[in-house]
């Protein structure tokens, strides 16, 4: 499936979830992370969905799923264990041009989640497209080990300096020519430290 890579800014808009198990858990965490409002519709709720639910961080209806659910909703995750009411939730996600993710069938939808490797604010994402998630996850593993934390520290020290260059009114270009001189003489200096590493 040919995708666009994208992130996309999530406070004030709403997401909807319809499931309650625990792959909608996880896409809860992820939205709630990102600063989405969160409502959650599903006939019965995992434990440690509803023990999120007492922080008041997004709503739930315990029920059956119904295209009002949808109302305002920017983006929409069908994750029931029912194939039939996951393409209904499409189907109505479509008619009111809401994104939709299908967890237990990827390629209908609109978008998939990729696997997120996060470094403070560095985030390195792995896709497969919908096509082998679980693959997308090892993926990111095999690279968490070679990208610590001190890439994400790296990042800080270029956010920074991109700061005070932007305040002495430069170009673009020489802004950019100085900031990928000090990434790569700040990534040089790393492989330096880890090859002293026993």
């Known amino acids: 499936m040919t995708t666009l890579a994208l992130n996309v800014r999530m406070p004030g808009k ?9 792959v909608a858990l996880r896409k809860l965490r992820t939205l709630l992370k990102a600063g989405a409002t969160v409502r959650v519709v599903a006939i019965d709720i995992c434990p440690e969905i509803a023990a ?8 739930v209806r315990v029920g059956h799923y119904n295209a009002t659910d949808l109302d305002g909703s920017f983006l929409v995750i069908a994750a029931t264990d029912d ?4 393409q209904q939730v499409l189907d109505d996600a479509r008619e009111r041009r809401v994104l ?16 997120i490797l996060q470094r403070c604010d ?3 994402a792995v896709s497969t497209g919908g096509r082998c998630p679980t693959f997308a996850v090892d993926v990111r593993d095999l690279i ?3 990208i610590g934390h001190e890439y994400g520290v790296i990042l800080d020290q270029l956010a920074e300096e991109r700061e005070k260059l932007l305040t002495y009114g ?23 430290r880890k090859e002293l590493l026993p």
């Open 14 to 22: 709403i997401a909807v979830i319809v499931g309650g198990g625990a």
């Open 122 to 124: 560095l985030e390195i």
């Open 83 to 86: 194939a039939t009411v996951n």
């Open 100 to 115: 939709a993710a299908v967890v237990d069938n990827p390629a209908a939808g609109d978008c998939t989640f990729p696997a």
């Open 52 to 59: 999120l639910e007492d922080s008041g961080d997004f709503d």
């Open 144 to 146: 968490a080990e070679e």
């Open 170 to 192: 430069r170009s673009s270009t020489y802004n950019t020519e100085v900031l990928r001189s000090l990434a790569k003489r700040l990534l040089a200096e790393l492989n330096e």
